[in-house]
Nanobody, 126 residues
Framework: QVQLVESGGGLVQPGGSLRLSCAAS????????IGWFRQAPGKEREGVSC????????YYADSVKGRFTISRDNAKNTVYLQMNSLKPEDTAVYYC???????????????????WGQGTQVTVSS
């Protein structure tokens, strides 16, 4: 059974940092494109960042560019999203998603991804 489990969310003050983890079981993340999405109350789901299945190319939404960094640790079968200089507008539920096919490019379209985690809440507030 394939499972993606996000962790690392929480409450943080503006300007603070969090590192989200997306750990997979029953499925290897090697060579799979991985995306991070977020959804705030009353808003549509937004593609925040992704990393390709090969060559490690990455994408960041303009709203997070320069503040967020996506990375992967194949040995741990885990993908991370380092979030720095957090702003109140970053508050949302964050989801990771994995492409079921290998060696594909990064994409921020949700329908590219076959497997999804349950989400982790990030709240940025003073």
């Amino acid at each position: 059974q394939v499972q993606l489990v996000e962790s690392g969310g929480g409450l943080v003050q503006p300007g603070g940092s969090l590192r989200l983890s997306c750990a997979a079981s029953g499925f290897s993340l090697d060579y799979k494109a991985i995306g991070w999405f977020r959804q705030a109350p009353g808003k549509e789901r937004e593609g925040v960042s992704c990393i390709s299945g090969s060559a490690g190319s990455t994408y960041y939404a303009d709203s997070v560019k320069g503040r967020f960094t996506i990375s992967r640790d194949n040995a741990k079968n885990t993908v991370y999203l380092q979030m720095n200089s957090l702003k109140p507008e970053d508050t949302a539920v964050y989801y990771c998603a994995a492409d079921g096919l290998s060696f594909r490019r990064c994409a921020t379209s949700a329908d590219r991804y076959h497997y999804w985690g349950q989400g982790t809440q990030v709240t940025v507030s003073s």
